[in-house]
């Protein structure tokens, strides 16, 4: 077998509207993980019991579900639900939707976990100086304690972040066309003949995307650590 | 002027404040002093509602606030009219020593940046660290963060401030500078209520003392009485281990 570099190159350039796709998933999904992490991580510190066990719940059966059963599962099985219960009859569901959907699913229960263990390691004392000197109780978390969480939060969310992008080449397994799409058709449509060109270009695309956002959150640390720098 | 009336906290079945009524006058200098776990702390955090008490009621600059039904609103009013010093400092550590000040100053007291930075200027100065105004806690000493806490409290003008044993956390070395602070502000008339195991120097500081036992005030009065003729037995004996631990240093 033999590397053909003149195909690999254009294989690169064939791939580049794709990464479009993956970086679009991949914003969606990490956006709405937030929010939904976001949400989890207040429930999970808030003094309800019946909210906390929930939100607890929700994240050991996310953690414990592999995330091709999860997007397999939404995807077959929420138009199914709906025809049954309610008559309704998708067709043309998205793929894109559920992919984002599933991603964000995942996203949100590990980021809530990573929100609550900053949260808590940011001691009490800051909240209480804060609002000693006369702060209100958002003001309080806005200025002194948000700060703070998001410096502890920002490594775990980089591991975060780039497993998502990860996870969600598994597109593929219901359809979708995007990168990992893409890389399956050509290599179907060359019999093979061409795997390596083709796949070592599509990590190749995976790889610069994970160093770019490591890179990314290692500035963003630099930003909201200043306070740790020791000179 | 500050008034506790009928203040009591228990926290389950343990009575940390039980019924304590006190009236605190302006410019005053009390320091309270007793035994360890006998509700020093939980006062304090009850007169700026960081714990709030069971029943009773806290009044200070014309503002009386229920401690059973209180509005949001009323808290927030109440806390701005005092600042605390806390045991272990307790400095924004996300936020630069002027920035500690000027937090405060922007936020609550609606002042703007310039305005908030040269009053923080002014405070700062006045602790001696001046210098220091651009760094962050995590590059201060001890000393330096309290005298930093000192000077946010001292620029919010409050009517009170509350030190909760402001020297406890230090090394010995460093607990001078922070007594002298405090000293400096007990001279700018603003009354103060210190919680401290130093009875040397609230003897020396303080125009009242307080002896707090088991939740009770048990003896209120001018140091030198508090200190020679003490009126109440348990003071009488935690007096005299002052005194012997004192006869003992020398
Ligand atoms: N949040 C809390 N929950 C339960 N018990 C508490 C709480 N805070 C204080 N206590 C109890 O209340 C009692 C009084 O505590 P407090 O901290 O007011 O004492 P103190 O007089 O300040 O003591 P020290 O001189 O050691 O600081 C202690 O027995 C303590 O265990
Ligand atoms: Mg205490």
Redesign the interface.
């Known amino acids: 077998m033999r590397f053909d570099v003149s195909y690999f190159m254009q294989t690169i350039v064939r791939f580049l509207p794709y990464l479009l796709i993956v970086i679009k998933v991949l914003l969606y999904s990490v956006g709405c993980g937030l929010i939904l992490g976001s949400l989890l991580a207040w429930a999970k510190l808030s003094k309800n019991r019946v909210l906390r066990g929930l939100a607890y719940a929700y994240t050991t059966l996310i953690r414990c579900t592999p995330a091709v059963i999860l997007l397999l599962l939404l995807y077959y099985g929420i138009p199914l639900l709906l025809n049954l219960l309610l008559g309704v009859k998708i067709t043309n569901a998205s793929k894109e939707l559920f992919l984002i959907i599933s991603m964000a699913l995942f996203c949100g229960a590990s980021m809530s976990e990573a929100l609550r263990a900053a949260y808590t390691a940011i001691s009490s ?2 909240f ?9 109780d958002f ?1 309080a978390f806005r ?2 304690l948000l ?2 969480v998001v ?1 502890v939060v920002l490594p775990p969310m980089a591991n975060i972040i780039v497993s998502t992008l990860k996870e969600g080449s598994l597109g593929f397994t219901i359809g979708f066309i995007d990168l990992i799409g893409r890389a399956n058709v050509l290599n179907g449509n060359t019999l093979g003949n061409y795997l390596l060109e083709i796949y070592i270009s599509a990590a190749l695309f995976y790889w610069v995307l994970s160093g770019t956002i490591i890179a990314g959150i290692r500035s963003l640390e630099r930003i909201f650590g ?3 720098i ?1 000179y | 002027m500050i008034e506790i009336k009928n203040l009591s906290k228990s926290f389950g079945s343990h009575h940390v404040i039980r019924d304590i009524s006190l009236t605190i006058n302006d410019k005053e200098v009390v320091a309270l002093i007793g035994p360890s776990g006998t509700g020093k702390t939980t006062l304090l955090r009850c007169i700026n509602f960081l714990t709030c008490g069971d029943k009773g009621e806290i009044s200070m600059g014309g503002l009386t606030v229920d401690c059973r039904k209180h509005s949001r609103y009323n808290l927030l009013n109440l806390r701005r009219k005092s600042a605390m010093v806390f045991q272990n400092y307790n400095l924004f550590q996300n936020k630069t020593a002027l920035q500690n000040i000027t937090e405060g100053l922007i936020y609550a007291k609606g002042l703007k940046k310039p305005e908030a930075e040269k009053r923080a200027c002014v405070e700062l100065e006045k602790v001696g660290l001046a210098d220091r105004a651009y760094d962050y806690p995590h590059r201060l000493s001890g000393g330096q963060q309290q005298r930093v806490a000192i000077a946010r409290a001292m620029a919010l003008d409050p009517e009170v401030i509350l030190f909760d044993e402001p020297t406890s956390a230090l090394d010995p070395e460093k607990v001078g500078e922070v007594l002298l602070a405090i000293k400096r502000v007990a001279r700018e008339g603003i009354t103060m209520i210190i919680v401290t195991h130093e009875l040397d120097f609230a003897r020396n500081v303080a125009s009242r003392i307080l002896f707090m036992d088991e939740g009770i005030i048990l003896e209120d009065g001018a140091p030198d009485e508090v200190f020679q003729t003490p009126k109440n037995e348990r003071t009488k004996r935690f007096m005299q281990n002052y005194n012997n631990d004192f006869i003992y240093n020398i």
């Not at chain 1, 209480?128 to 209100?136: D, F, K, L, R, W």
């Open positions: 004392n800051q209480e100086a804060a609002i000693s000197v006369g702060m209100t003001q200025r002194v700060p703070q410096f200043k306070h740790k020791t």
